[in-house]
Antibody, heavy 121, light 107 residues
Framework: QLQLQESGSGLVKPSQTLSLTCAVSGDSISSGGYSWNWIRQPPGKGLEWIGCMYQGGSTYYNPSLKSRVTISVDRSKNQFSLKLSSVTAADTAVYYC?????????????WGQGTMVTVSS | DIQLTQSPSFLSASVGDRVTITCRAS??????LAWYQQKPGKAPKLLIY???TLQSGVPSRFSGSGSGTEFTLTISSLQPEDFATYYC?????????FGGGTKVEIK
């Protein structure tokens, strides 16, 4: 059974860079037919897609965050990462990683449990 | 960006009720629509993909329909464990977008 687990700093100071990692177990992150996504949810609000990376290395980002976001993969550790620079209080949210599957018409079939990130001095 | 508008945003219903949630897209997205269920403090769970295909393990009381710009999620007989927030998501183009959510509460 595929499992995803987010980790990283839970508290980030304004103007600094948020860094999170999603460890994948139960399958190789290099398997074809999937993309690896980051999604966030501010407290009490809805879901916002941040971006994704495909097995071949191509990336897609939400234009609203594109100038600040980098998604990368470490195949040796079977994990992928999110960096969000110049954070403000508006970036406070639960951050989820998720797998998108071609066989499910790109729907997000597996999710991590989420990790809360607070931006505060 | 493709905007998704869910209605209603809040729904009060009783166990056994038939519940329908609508999701309208700002432009045609064929059948590239998914539905998720989220309970407090938990990650979203995929219920339906390709507008009408039930994800493995999801009870058959959940069903989805629609194509183009109008979609529905139906729960045929609401169960206590179905009280949650439901989101639609379009996968037709980038950026992926979600509807604003529909919270289903106990009447």
């Amino acid at each position: 059974q595929l499992q995803l687990q987010e980790s990283g700093s839970g508290l980030v100071k304004p103007s600094q860079t948020l860094s999170l990692t999603c460890a994948v177990s139960g399958d190789s992150i290099s398997s074809g037919g999937y993309s690896w996504n980051w999604i966030r949810q501010p407290p009490g609000k809805g879901l916002e897609w941040i971006g994704c990376m495909y097995q071949g290395g191509s990336t897609y980002y939400n234009p609203s965050l594109k100038s600040r976001v980098t998604i990368s993969v470490d195949r040796s550790k079977n994990q992928f990462s999110l960096k969000l620079s110049s954070v403000t209080a508006a970036d406070t949210a639960v951050y989820y990683c998720a797998r998108s599957s071609v066989s499910a018409l790109d729907a997000f079939d597996f999710w991590g449990q989420g990790t809360m990130v607070t931006v505060s001095s | 960006d493709i905007q998704l508008t869910q209605s209603p945003s809040f729904l009060s219903a009783s166990v056994g009720d038939r519940v329908t949630i609508t999701c309208r897209a700002s432009q045609g997205i064929s059948s590239y629509l998914a539905w998720y269920q989220q309970k407090p403090g938990k990650a979203p769970k995929l219920l339906i993909y390709a507008a009408s295909t039930l994800q493995s393990g999801v009870p058959s009381r959940f069903s989805g329909s629609g194509s183009g710009t109008e979609f529905t999620l139906t729960i045929s007989s609401l169960q206590p464990e179905d009280f949650a927030t439901y989101y639609c998501q379009q996968l037709n183009s980038y950026p992926r977008t979600f509807g604003g959510g529909t919270k289903v509460e106990i009447k």
